[in-house]
């Protein structure tokens, strides 16, 4: 840890641990042969005591409802990862048309090279079938990932 995050962590911990009552912390800072420590007691006698003065006098005293918090927390979490599973879902609901319309056109395009017309019929009817194959096979995954969207949607209105 870098010597600017212990000071940060350290006065972070001073500014958490503050009451309402208290608008000023002391923290004590002792120089060792490891490196420089923070605490809220005299590491030794050559301990050099340092006060945190708040901007912000109107403190609230800790919430000691820590299973309410976490609960919180949880809920938080989980409605970031379903918004994220939402995301990527219509992301991969962009794609798949974007491949379908793709692979389409490029059956289509097949029809309009040179050629016979007996060639050309027989191409065409090769090209309907494909076509077709790929409307089916890309209209059953993206009704899935159309599905998995709603319940996705679905779940996160449940969190909120």
């Known amino acids: 840890m870098t010597k600017k995050r212990v000071i940060a962590t350290a006065l972070a911990m001073c500014a958490a641990a503050a009451t309402q009552a208290t608008a000023n912390t002391v923290y004590y800072k002792c120089e060792t042969k ?29 919430d000691n409802n820590f299973s309410k918090q976490l609960t919180e927390l949880q809920l938080e979490q989980r409605r970031d990862n379903i918004e994220l599973q939402l995301r990527s879902t219509k992301h991969r609901l962009v794609i798949l048309k974007r491949e379908r319309s793709a692979k389409t056109l490029a059956e289509e395009q097949r029809l309009e090279r040179l050629m016979s017309d007996d060639e050309r019929k027989a191409l065409k009817k090769e090209v309907n079938a494909n076509i077709k194959g790929i409307e089916q096979r890309y209209n059953e995954r993206i009704k899935q990932t159309e599905k998995r ?12």
């Open 34 to 62: 490891n490196g420089t420590t923070f605490s809220q007691f005299p590491c030794d006698e050559q301990a050099q005591e340092h006060e945190v003065r708040h901007s912000n006098v109107e403190i609230k005293p800790l």
């Open 149 to 160: 969207l709603a319940q996705l949607e679905k779940s996160l209105k449940k969190y909120q």
